[in-house]
């Protein structure tokens, strides 16, 4: 059974654990960062960090023997869900990152955004249409 929630204290271990395998260094204390759990064991995680009226993803990780079946897509839709009810409307990821870009980020133009190449709109990101051109309810 899958199941997704905010980081505890006793799961860092495990979430350096895959953190590791990627070469990702991360203060777990800090951020918002949830986890993603099959039969209670952690398969990945996911970070953002608040600054002042924007966002920034620091990492979506699945493990290597979970990928392919889009769990990622899990874990980004929750970060930007909760940081949309915080208030946070856009989010930015410090450089080019296919994943992300098949997910909706893009360049941007914000002159004083230099140091992020990808930059998502989160109320559009959900307001877009997953069907095309039509909605099915």
């Known amino acids: 059974m899958i199941e997704l929630r905010q980081i505890k204290k006793d ?13 990702i260094e991360s203060d777990l204390s800090r951020g918002i960062i949830y986890t993603l759990k099959d039969n209670g064991i952690i398969i990945g995680a996911g970070k953002a960090v608040l600054q002042s009226d924007y966002a920034i993803i620091k990492y979506i990780v699945v493990g290597k023997e979970f990928r392919d079946n889009d ?11 909760k940081l949309e009810n915080m208030g946070i409307l856009n989010v930015f990821f410090p450089h080019r990152d296919g994943y992300l870009m098949k997910k909706g980020f893009t360049s941007h133009d914000f002159e004083h955004m230099n140091s992020y190449e990808l930059y998502l709109n989160i109320p559009r990101f959900f307001n877009k249409s997953c069907c095309g051109d039509q909605c099915e309810i």
């Not at 769990?71 to 869900?81: E, K, N, P, S, V």
């Open 71 to 81: 769990l990622g897509d899990i874990l980004l839709r929750t970060l930007l869900f």
């Open 11 to 23: 799961e860092y271990d495990e979430v350096y654990s895959i953190l590791d395998q990627e070469n």
